[in-house]
């Protein structure tokens, strides 16, 4: 069956650090989605990418959707301690949204 | 708009003991989930409606069962709960499936811890 796996699982940076998460599925994606959750919160929906080879940024954090359309990364430059929590990739083919495991991230100040 | 609302916020239970744990949106989502969190194991989809009156079976579905009666309304039920349902469980609805339809609104979760 369809997987969706992302690595790291933990990750610590110094504050300031750059910091990424690689999202990696097993089919051909139709879109992927990033998510974040602070501690003891729900889930964010941050973006969505959808082309093949497509770039988006929001500020600090740069999102790549990879040419095959099965790996994805969220990168976010001189982390800040507001970026502290777990963040999460979801892959959808077929109508279906498949959950990676997500990254936690932790600060260090 | 409230958004996504969940009911209750945490619950202690005893095995064998049943419960039902509420989702409603205002958002008027076709789509509503039922997720359960784990530590180490991100967000396991347990069913999911594509519509009122609809279910349909996710990742992890054993010894639960839902209900959307209403649109905005989508019920999770434990008919005899045990310590391996203890979870965090997070409900979620969006418009749709397709492309700029999918985005996941996503409740405040439900702590549930059984005895």
Same mark, same amino acid.
């Given at each position: 069956?369809?997987?969706?796996?992302?690595?790291?699982?933990?990750?610590?940076?110094?504050?300031?650090?750059?910091?990424? $998460?690689?999202?990696?599925?097993? $089919?051909?994606?139709?879109?992927?989605?990033?998510?974040?959750?602070?501690?003891?919160?729900?889930?964010?929906?941050?973006?969505?990418?959808?082309?093949?080879?497509?770039?988006?940024?929001?500020?600090?954090? $740069?999102?790549?959707?990879?040419?095959?359309?099965?790996?994805?990364?969220?990168?976010?430059?001189? $982390?800040?301690?507001?970026?502290?929590?777990?963040?999460?990739?979801?892959?959808?083919?077929?109508?279906?949204?498949?959950?990676?495991?997500?990254?936690?991230?932790?600060?260090?100040? | 708009?409230?958004?996504?609302?969940?009911?209750?916020?945490?619950?202690?239970?005893?095995?064998?003991?049943?419960?039902?744990?509420?989702?409603?949106?205002?958002?008027?989502?076709?789509?509503?989930?039922?997720?359960?969190?784990?530590?180490?194991?991100?967000?396991?989809?347990?069913?999911?409606?594509?519509?009122? @009156?609809?279910?349909?079976?996710?990742?992890?579905?054993?010894?639960?069962?839902?209900?959307?009666?209403?649109?905005?309304?989508?019920?999770?039920?434990?008919?005899?709960?045990?310590?391996?349902?203890?979870?965090?469980?997070?409900?979620?609805?969006?418009? @749709?499936?397709?492309?700029?339809?999918?985005?996941?609104?996503?409740?405040?979760?439900?702590?549930?811890?059984?005895?």
């Amino acid at each position: 069956g369809q997987q969706v796996m992302q690595i790291p699982q933990y990750q610590h940076v110094q504050e300031g650090e750059d910091f990424t $998460t690689y999202c990696n599925s097993s $089919t051909t994606l139709s879109n992927i989605q990033w998510y974040k959750q602070r501690p003891g919160g729900h889930p964010v929906f941050l973006i969505q990418l959808v082309k093949s080879g497509e770039v988006k940024k929001q500020k600090r954090l $740069t999102f790549q959707f990879g040419e095959a359309k099965k790996n994805s990364s969220l990168h976010i430059t001189a $982390t800040q301690t507001t970026d502290v929590g777990t963040y999460f990739c979801a892959g959808s083919r077929d109508d279906k949204i498949i959950f990676g495991k997500g990254t936690r991230l932790h600060i260090l100040p | 708009n409230a958004g996504v609302t969940q009911t209750p916020k945490f619950r202690v239970l005893k095995t064998g003991q049943s419960m039902t744990l509420l989702c409603a949106q205002d958002m008027n989502h076709e789509y509503m989930y039922w997720y359960r969190q784990d530590p180490g194991m991100g967000l396991r989809l347990i069913h999911y409606s594509v519509g009122e @009156g609809t279910t349909a079976k996710g990742e992890v579905p054993d010894g639960y069962n839902v209900s959307r009666l209403k649109k905005q309304n989508f019920l999770l039920g434990l008919e005899s709960a045990a310590p391996s349902q203890t979870s965090v469980y997070f409900c979620a609805s969006s418009y @749709g499936q397709r492309e700029l339809d999918n985005e996941q609104f996503f409740g405040p979760g439900t702590r549930l811890t059984v005895l």
